[in-house]
T-cell receptor, first 113, second 115 residues
């Protein structure tokens, strides 16, 4: 069974640009989660999508947004990139229902120059 | 502040020894999960323990949960050099009869196992 896949592996942008990160969940999983792991800040929750709807959002500005497609894959968009957006962005998926473990992909490393 | 606080921040042991990592949290939880992260890579799910469970085993891993003390521990027995990684606890906070969906992570314990 394929795990959570994320693309691209690395992404280099400059300040003010926009970035799009993609995530394909494990087959059969309907929930997708996004986390940011920035140096010194640890793992921070960004967004939770389930059945195409945004269910919860972390303490991030509106320039962080995303969506979930009918096939349950997801995109994370970051507009007006800032230097502090440099981080590893991790996507996770879980089956429907609560108390399910979240399974993570290998992440996209976003570097802002 | 982070929901989970891990202790110790770093642990260095020899192959074959046991490694114990502790995690404390502040509010009621649905479950607690432990993850491993090799340098710069994604998180690998190790074990999930529900709030009504006290102990769980998976291979060389043993996790305990004490909800009265709001703490958990991860024991890795007979450690191997390949166990070298960062280990994180993550809590799924209780929201009435459901979940907020998000996991709140501790800062992690860096485990180094010397061959």
């Amino acid at each position: 069974e394929a795990g959570v896949t994320q693309s691209p592996t690395h992404l280099i942008k400059t300040r003010g640009q926009q970035a799009t990160l993609r995530c394909s969940p494990i087959s059969g999983h309907t929930s997708v989660y996004w986390y940011q792991q920035a140096l010194g800040l640890g793992l921070q929750f960004l967004l939770w999508y389930d059945e195409g709807e945004e269910r919860n959002r972390g303490n991030f500005p509106p320039r962080f947004s995303g969506r979930q497609f009918p096939n349950y894959s997801s995109e994370l968009n970051v507009n007006a990139l800032e230097l502090e957006d440099s981080a590893l962005y991790l996507c996770a998926s879980s089956p429907a229902g609560w108390l399910q473990p979240q399974h993570f992909g290998d992440g996209t490393r976003l570097s802002i120059l | 502040s982070q929901q989970g606080e891990e202790d110790p921040q770093a642990l260095s042991i020899q192959e074959g020894e046991n490694a114990t990592m502790n995690c404390s949290y502040k509010t009621s939880i649905n479950n607690l999960q432990w993850y491993r992260q090799n340098s710069g890579r994604g998180l690998v799910h190790l074990i999930l323990i529900r709030s009504n469970e006290r102990e769980k085993h998976s291979g060389r891993l043993r996790v305990t949960l004490d909800t009265s003390k709001k703490s958990s521990s991860l024991l890795i027995t007979a450690s191997r050099a390949a166990d070298t990684a960062s280990y994180f606890c993550a809590t799924d906070l209780r929201a009435g009869g459901t979940s907020y969906g998000k996991l709140t992570f501790g800062q992690g314990t860096i485990l180094t196992v010397h061959p």
